[in-house]
């Protein structure tokens, strides 16, 4: 197992727990994740960028 920095790019929810949710879902499919933060929101494209580190298989 290894840790691995990602950026990833959701779109907006209705609400801040739909929003935590939909991050939480996307970053599973990449690995465990260990810590994650919303580190830009767009409001024109109606997306946040999230960086993340997630532990997962080595590639």
């Not at 996307?26 to 919303?38: S, Y």
């Amino acid at each position: 197992m290894t840790t691995h920095f990602i950026t990833a790019e959701i779109d907006l929810q209705e609400s801040p727990l739909a929003l935590q949710q939909a991050i939480e879902a996307e970053l599973q499919k990449r690995g465990e994740p260990l810590r994650w933060a919303v580190t830009d929101v767009d409001t024109e494209q109606q997306q946040v960028t999230v960086e993340a580190i997630v532990m997962g298989e080595e590639r």
